[in-house]
């Protein structure tokens, strides 16, 4: 088992409509996780950076951390062209190196 | 402005070259990376460094060479031992928390360099 998994897409959905993007991960000592957007062509930029368990809300993004079922989710709320990206989610424990997703491929529907 | 800077935006190496990409920060970060980045691969670290003149490898390292001289720079050189370049180079920095042997805390990216083997 990989010890991130995320969808790779792509994921297509109409402007306006509600994101749900989501990774599942299999090491329990995972505690720091991130979201992470990337344009094509372009370096990956923070989103979301959230510890252990909860929800994270900065505008129209809401990051979701339930560490029992070790599945984390990001929700883009009234989505935009502009957020059409691909999206990776990376995690890590303390005193350990970042793991990546592969990142979900996004396409926002004008 | 502060950031972290790649140069250049794009390369084109012969095989059995050895070129460097450059990597400078002006975010004061002590921590810098390098990564790699191929379609439906995902990011794979290369090399980090967590402070200057100490550096170490990471998942794949092999083909590949790092210095840290200074705060604000970490070069990868690729070197033609390096069976596969062509790809999209990415390097990152982050401040390491103390306690860590390697960094736990949020990294920022550069724009990427895309290389390309002719």
């Known amino acids: 088992q990989k010890e991130v998994e995320q969808d790779p897409g792509p994921l297509s959905v109409p402007e306006g409509a509600i994101v749900s993007l989501n990774c599942t991960y299999s090491?329990?000592?995972?505690?720091?996780f991130m979201w992470y957007r990337q344009y094509s062509r372009k370096g990956p930029e923070l989103l979301m950076y959230?510890?252990?368990?909860g929800n994270k809300e900065d505008g129209r993004f809401t990051a979701q951390v339930d560490k029992s079922s070790k599945y984390i989710s990001l929700f883009i709320r009234d989505s935009q062209p502009s957020d059409s990206a691909t999206y990776l989610c990376?995690?890590?424990?303390?005193?350990?190196?970042?793991?990546f997703g592969k990142g979900t491929r996004l396409h926002i529907l004008p | 402005d502060g950031g972290i800077t790649q140069s250049p935006k794009y390369l084109f190496r012969k095989e059995g070259q050895n070129v460097t990409l450059s990597c400078e920060q002006n975010?004061?970060?002590?921590?810098m990376y390098w990564y790699r980045q191929d379609p439906g691969q995902g990011l794979r670290l290369i090399y980090y460094?967590?402070?200057?003149?100490?550096?170490q490898k990471g998942d794949i390292a092999e083909g590949y060479s790092v210095s840290r001289e200074k705060k604000e720079s970490f070069p990868l050189t690729v070197t033609s031992a390096q069976k596969n370049p062509t790809a999209f180079y990415l390097c990152?920095?982050?401040?390491?928390?103390?306690?860590?042997?390697?960094?736990?805390?949020?990294?920022?990216f550069g724009p990427g360099t895309r290389l390309t083997v002719l």
């Open positions: 990152a920095s982050s401040i390491p928390r103390r306690s860590s042997r390697m960094s736990t805390d949020t990294q920022y």
């Open positions: 090491n329990s000592a995972f505690q720091y």
């Open positions: 959230t510890y252990s368990s």
């Open positions: 990376a995690m890590s424990a303390r005193d350990d190196k970042i793991i």
């Open positions: 975010l004061n970060h002590d921590a």
């Open positions: 460094s967590q402070i200057v003149n100490d550096f």
